[in-house]
C-alpha cells in the first residue's frame, strides 16, 4: 500500500472552528476551551498524553489508538508549535509537549523562520520555509515508506487541502459553538466532491468525520 | 501498558451466531453465509486478506486496521484451523491461508491432539493440548509485551469468557439470522455485569459492539 497524508484526531467546533481567537502561551486555542474539542480524546485509553492508567476502550479509543499507527513524520504549522509569531526572538521555545513529545517521528515545522533542528526524546523538529509539496516530499522521504500525519493547525490544515495533497482525514466535531477563530470550514459538505464523507455520531457527544478521497 | 487479551472482528449473526451448522472443507462457516458476517470488513482497505488496492477507508476500516496493531500472537481453536476433528490422519492440512498466513506472529492453536509446530511465511503454528490459563501464559510469553488476540472461533472465545481472561472484544453484528449452529451469546447484555458495552452502528449494515472490562 503506497504511503497516505492523513490529518488524524483533528477537533472542531459546530461552527467548524478548530481554535479560538487570541492564541498564546496561556490560551493555545485561544478563547475555545480545548476541553470542549478534544475531551474525548483525552478520554480515551491511548489518549496520546495519557501518563496515569485507565481510560475507555470505546469507539472513540478506536480514533486515539490510530494516530501513531503506521505514521512515519509529521508535518505542522509554526503556530502549532508555540506561540510565538513573527522572528525567533531566541531558541528557548521547545514546543509545548516538555522533554518527550508524543510524535516519535520526525516533525516538519513549517514557517517563514527556519531555525536549527531541534532533538527531545523519540522527537526531532526540522523547520522548513517551503511549500505544502516540497515539505510533504521531505516528509515522505523522512518517513521512509510510512504514512505522514498533517498534525496542523487549521491554516496548515487548510493548505494541504487547497493543494490537493490529503488522502484520509479524521475530524472530531464537538457539540458547541465558537463564532470566531481558526475556521477549518463553513461545513463538511465542502468537501464531498473529492471525498467521501462518513458521519460516526459517539456516546462522548463529538460526532466523527471521517473523509477519504473518492 | 499492560499487555490486552483481545478479540478482534468477530462476527456473528443477530441471533449470536458465529458459524452454522455442518462446518466442512468446501464451508467452513456451515449454513452460513461468510460474506452476511464479514462482507463489511472484506470491504475496507485494510482487510487483512486484501491482496488489490483499494476499499473503503469509513468506520469499518478503523476495525480492520486495529486487527494487527499491537498484537505479538494469536490464540485459536482448533476448528478455527482446520475443518478435521479427531485425530490428525495425517500433517498435510497446514490451515486455511495458504504460504503467508495473515497473523505474522506466532499462533497457539488449541487441541487435544498435539502434532509439530509449522512455519509458514512470517505466521508459526504451536499445538497445544492446554487450559486457556495455559495457552494464555504461553502466548504472552511469546508475544514479548503486545497483546494477545483470541482469535475464534466461538467455542474458544466462550472459553476465555467464561475463564474471565478477556480484557477487549470487538463483534460485529449482522443484521441476518442463522437459527442454529456455533452460538456466541443469546443477547450481548449477557455480558454488561462485566463489561462495557458501546454499540456502534455502521452505514455498511452491521453493528460494532465493543466491550471492555468495568
Keep these: 500500500m503506497p504511503p497516505l497524508v492523513r490529518v488524524q484526531n483533528f ?3 459546530a461552527d467548524g472552528f478548530g481554535a479560538g481567537e487570541g492564541q498564546s502561551l496561556d490560551h493555545p486555542f485561544g478563547h475555545a476551551d480545548p476541553g470542549a474539542l478534544l475531551g474525548w480524546a483525552v478520554a480515551t485509553a491511548h489518549w496520546v498524553n495519557r501518563s496515569e492508567p485507565g481510560g475507555s476502550y470505546g469507539l472513540d479509543d478506536y480514533f486515539t489508538r490510530d494516530f501513531a499507527r503506521n505514521i512515519g513524520a509529521e508535518i505542522m504549522g509554526r503556530n502549532k ?11 528557548s521555545w521547545e514546543g509545548w509537549w516538555g522533554a518527550e513529545p508524543p510524535f516519535r517521528t520526525p516533525v516538519f515545522v513549517l514557517t517563514h523562520h527556519p531555525r536549527p533542528s531541534i532533538t527531545l526524546g523519540q522527537t526531532t523538529f526540522h523547520f522548513l520555509d517551503a511549500t505544502p509539496r516540497e515539505a510533504l516530499d521531505r516528509a515522505l522521504e523522512a518517513a521512509d515508506g510510512q504514512d505522514v500525519r498533517i498534525g496542523g493547525g487549521v491554516h496548515t490544515v487548510r493548505e494541504f487541502l487547497d493543494a490537493d495533497l490529503i488522502d484520509t482525514m479524521h475530524v472530531s466535531v464537538a457539540p458547541v459553538e465558537l463564532g470566531s477563530g481558526e ?4 461545513s463538511p459538505d465542502e468537501l464531498t466532491d473529492r471525498f467521501h464523507l462518513e458521519r460516526v455520531p459517539s456516546a462522548s457527544g463529538v460526532t466523527h468525520h471521517l473523509f477519504w478521497r473518492r
Tied chains: 1, 2.
Design 11 to 13: 477537533g472542531v467546533s
Design 81 to 91: 508549535f508555540g506561540p510565538q509569531r513573527g522572528p525567533w526572538q531566541d531558541h
Design 183 to 186: 475556521r477549518l470550514w463553513s
